[in-house]
């Protein structure tokens, strides 16, 4: 008997939505965010017919509700890789290489999530993941005893181990094997109030950096923040005071713009939440947070140049007195980056998807010869540019919302290089890179129009 498998789309959509339930209730602002997101996506959608419409035709409207990222941070290669492994059967793999230990963050991360058109579609759930880097604690036996601490432990259920080698040796699951699938990795990303190491312990390694502390002293990779997608992020920010959220002090990413370009990110701050360590003393740990995000369109390795150099300036200025000022400073820097669909694509700054439109359908019909060039065919409205959205992170917002929940302090840059090829090496294959994706989903549009249009 042939056993029926479940699609890994479906896969990751009910792990997304468990892993939301989970947080849900472990963590009830998750809950009071999504809320304030819908009732903002609700009034965006109502006041901007055409930013409905553009959703609608990038068919990107049903996704929106149960759009989210997450992210987790392990402690070694054996973790990382397994959870490769892991979201394979979820239809997500490692896209991007991102090194935050420049600023002042000793991890390196990938975001693992699918990357073909219509699993995008369905769900696009994607999860920062980042290693601790321990070779940049400085002192020998706290790196040492970190390294012990970790290698005593396993973050999957002797369940789970079982079910992802079936998994892979199937190909995937049947029903009951996904249900069980999606329950058995769900405990990995629990929250768990019993530190396992004794106090002297934790402080030990939190002096050494927050982030040791929280990544070497639990069972697990407790999941630190799900974020909603937003299509109104200043007024999301502007809105969370009213809801009882206390957010961070600045949006990151570039500023508000009639097109919106990559990614906008804004969080709360996180929990103070009292943990049990070994030999019963009491204490607290920082660690899960919520986060909401808008996103724009996707940037060509130009267009992100530019982006860079751009914030890379206004990080130069003094730093603005609140959010409004900060936002109206970044829009000066950004004033001359175009802020039009047309002239973002004529730059070659962004990523469109091209399709044939009601008038080109019309003209083929009625036997009329299509323009052979692209742009005589835009003109022509024979052919739509429809923005291609951003799936992807951005380093240095990251860093900004690593360290809002580090108590905002800031660490000094560590004296390392980015390192790919050991991130690479721990996770077991190389990462995908997002501007080839992007290109990719860019050139099959434009392969299918050429196909319809008989060129
Ligand atoms: C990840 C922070 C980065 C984002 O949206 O840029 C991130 C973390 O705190 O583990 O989630
Ligand atoms: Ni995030």
């Given at each position: 008997m042939t056993l029926s498998l479940v699609p890994p789309d479906e896969v990751r959509t009910a792990f997304s939505q468990a892993m939301s339930d989970m947080y849900r209730h472990e963590v009830p602002q998750y809950g009071t965010l999504l809320e304030l997101v819908a009732d903002i996506n609700a009034k965006a959608l109502a006041a901007d017919p055409a930013l409905e419409q553009t959703l609608a035709a990038g068919g990107e409207l049903e996704r929106l509700d149960v759009e989210r990222h997450g992210a987790i941070r392990v402690g070694t290669a054996e973790e990382l890789s397994l959870l490769r492994r892991v979201f394979a059967l979820m239809g997500m793999e490692p896209v991007g290489y991102y090194d935050l230990s420049q600023a002042g963050v000793p991890v390196h991360s990938t975001a693992f999530r699918p990357v073909d058109e219509t699993a995008l579609k369905r769900n696009p759930f994607r999860v920062f993941t980042s290693l601790l880097?321990?070779?940049?604690?400085?002192?020998d036996e706290l790196r040492r005893r970190a390294t012990a601490i970790l290698a005593g432990r396993?973050?999957?259920?002797e369940e789970a181990r079982e079910l992802l080698e079936l998994g892979e040796r199937q190909g995937g699951f049947d029903t009951h094997q996904a249900e069980r699938f999606v329950e058995a990795i769900l405990e990995t990303f629990r929250w768990h109030q019993?530190?396992?190491?004794?106090h002297a312990t934790y402080q030990a390694l939190h002096d050494a950096h927050r982030l040791v502390a929280d990544v070497v002293c639990f069972r697990g990779p407790h999941i630190n923040h799900l974020t909603p997608r937003t299509l109104d992020i200043d007024a999301a920010q502007a809105a969370m005071p009213d809801y009882g959220i206390d957010p961070k002090a600045v949006i990151e990413g570039?500023?508000?713009?009639?097109?919106?370009?990559l990614l906008r990110q804004t969080s709360f701050k996180a929990l103070e939440e009292s943990i049990r360590f070994a030999g019963r003393d009491d204490g607290t740990h920082t660690a899960r947070f919520g986060e909401i995000e808008q996103r724009g369109i996707a940037l060509t390795r130009a267009g992100r140049e530019r982006y860079d150099t751009l914030l890379a300036r206004s990080r130069e200025l003094p730093p603005a007195a609140d959010n409004a000022a900060h936002q109206r400073q970044l829009g000066e820097v950004f004033?001359?980056?175009?802020?039009?669909l047309d002239s973002l694509r004529q730059q070659g700054l962004a990523y469109f998807r091209y399709r044939l439109s009601d008038t080109g359908h019309a003209a083929l019909a009625a036997g009329e010869t299509p323009p052979t060039d692209l742009d005589a065919l835009i003109a022509r409205h024979w052919v739509e540019a429809l923005p291609i959205t951003y799936e992807d992170f951005l380093p240095v917002s990251a860093a900004g919302i690593f360290q809002s929940n580090l108590g905002d302090t800031r660490h000094a840059a560590y004296a390392s290089e980015s390192n790919q090829a050991a991130f690479e090496l721990a996770l077991g294959r190389p990462v995908l890179d997002e501007f080839a994706l992007y290109a990719r989903l860019e050139e099959d549009s434009r392969e299918r129009l050429r196909q319809q249009l008989g060129q």
């Open positions: 880097r321990l070779e940049l604690i400085s002192d396993d973050i999957f259920t019993d530190a396992t190491v004794d570039p500023p508000p713009r009639r097109c919106p370009i004033a001359d980056f175009p802020d039009d």
